[in-house]
């Protein structure tokens, strides 16, 4: 019988050793806390991003009021306008 590999790389003996395998395919801690450590910064700057943005969108809510109660008022100043009415 002939020495044979399997497709793992596992080499098989036929004298009865059996010999190699692939490494485990997990990452060590060091490279786990690194990658929590990336995603932490990330998450920060986009914490900072949404505050930006809350600001901004509260703004732009107050402006849209502001330009509908215009609307309202300018709307009120033309019926009292109309003929007929005082």
Known sequence: MKKSV??????FDPAGTLTGGSRPQSSGILS?????????????QHKEQLLKLDGKLATVS??????????MLMDIRNTC??????
Do not use: F, H, M
């Open 6 to 11: 399997t497709l793992e790389g596992d080499s």
């Open 32 to 44: 786990k806390l690194a990658e929590i450590n990336d995603i932490s910064q990330q998450l920060s």
């Open 62 to 71: 107050k402006v849209w009021e502001c330009g509908l109660y215009v609307i």
């Open 81 to 86: 306008k109309r003929p007929g009415i005082q």
